[in-house]
């Protein structure tokens, strides 16, 4: 924390360091590909080559942002450092942002460049199951009703040695055979051996892509036990979807959330927290902007003109922070 606040003092300092993040060779034009360019006074580029104009945070997650990147960073650091994560609420505190829309916003736009484009497929032995996510409906009762919460198939590769590698989890329709097979062709890499449990649409969901072998358990204990890895990694997600966010996860949302969940488990061994922050950071600048309104489930549409836009804002505060001059000296001593 100390290393950060001495890198990122100032809105300059994380500007220059996204910089450095989306053009680390030096400034490429978006429109023409020439690495030429004036830098002008506002913080932007002009290209030598077409004269086109372009900032560090335009076409990507900051672009249009009014929060200023010292919150950005900060908020970043706190996502990625703490072992279970930050919520909304809890970011808006610690921060000290206006509102909560603000900081919820934050938190998804972080969560939406958590896939790597062309991420490696799981390898080797991999436990596949199915798992339900989310809360119930009133009314509603039995293990697989459809309606009650959301379906979501697991991957987990299982070392040969002992403990288990990456993971994978991502919601599905169904537990159909065509399902399950794009699902294990998206996550599980061709040829690796696929171990399930009894369900009838691995056979053809496996066939010809995959080596598969069949566990039948007797119980819901011993299925745990044939399939370790599976019941673990559903286990810590749903421990902590309702330990950091109580459980209140949007069914919409809910893909944002295990994907935040896939990214740190598959890390857990990372030594270092500051590259994971340097990982999401490399990631945002590289993805296409996020606006609000496709990050709400479900859009209201615009029933009246639009209000003239308020004369404050109530944007974030900075964190880059004036001099303070020793306040506590100034203090009245405690009288008891």
């Given amino acids: 924390m100390g290393e950060f606040h001495a890198w990122f003092r100032t809105d300059a300092d994380c500007l220059d360091y996204l910089c450095w993040l989306r053009w680390p060779e030096g400034f490429v034009c978006p429109e023409c ?10 913080g932007r580029y002009e290209c030598r080559e077409c004269h086109e104009r372009a900032s560090v945070t ?7 942002t009014r929060t200023p990147l010292t919150v950005w960073l900060m908020a970043c650091w706190l996502f990625t450092t703490q072992k279970d994560g930050i919520s909304a609420l809890s970011l808006k505190r610690s921060l000290e942002i206006g509102s909560y829309q603000t900081a919820w916003a934050m938190l998804h736009r972080l969560r939406s460049v958590l896939v790597r484009p062309g991420r490696e497929r799981l390898q080797g032995a991999v436990e596949v199951d199915e798992s339900f996510f989310g809360g119930e409906e009133p009314g509603l009762r039995g293990g697989r009703q459809k309606g009650k919460k959301v379906l979501a198939a697991v991957a ?19 537990v159909s055979a065509d399902t399950l097979r794009s699902f294990l062709q998206e996550n599980v890499e061709p040829g690796a051996r696929v171990i399930t449990d009894g369900l009838n649409s691995y056979p053809v969901a496996t066939a010809g ?26 286990s810590l997600a749903k421990r902590w979807l309702l330990g950091t966010h ?17 990214f740190r488990f598959n890390r857990r061994r990372s030594r ?16 296409e902007p996020v606006r609000y309104r496709e990050l709400i489930a479900n859009p209201r549409p615009e029933s009246r003109p639009p209000l003239p836009p308020p004369t404050n804002r109530g944007h974030p505060a900075s964190l880059e922070r004036p001099h303070a001059g020793r306040p506590w000296r100034a203090a009245l001593p405690y009288s008891g």
């Fill in 156 to 174: 987990v590769e299982r070392h040969e040695q002992g403990g288990f590698g990456r993971c994978r989890i991502a919601p599905i329709v169904d």
């Fill in 272 to 287: 270092s927290r500051g590259l994971l922050f340097y990982r999401v950071l490399e990631l945002a600048v590289a993805h």
């Fill in 58 to 64: 335009a076409g990507t997650i900051f672009d249009r």
């Fill in 33 to 42: 590909g020439h690495r030429l360019a004036w830098e002008l006074a506002d």
């Fill in 209 to 234: 892509l995959y080596m598969h072998e069949r566990l039948v358990g007797s119980g819901r204990a011993e299925t745990n036990k044939l399939l370790p890895g599976v019941h673990t990694v559903v």
């Fill in 246 to 262: 109580q459980g209140r996860v949007d069914a919409a949302h809910l893909p944002g959330y295990l994907n935040e969940f896939v």
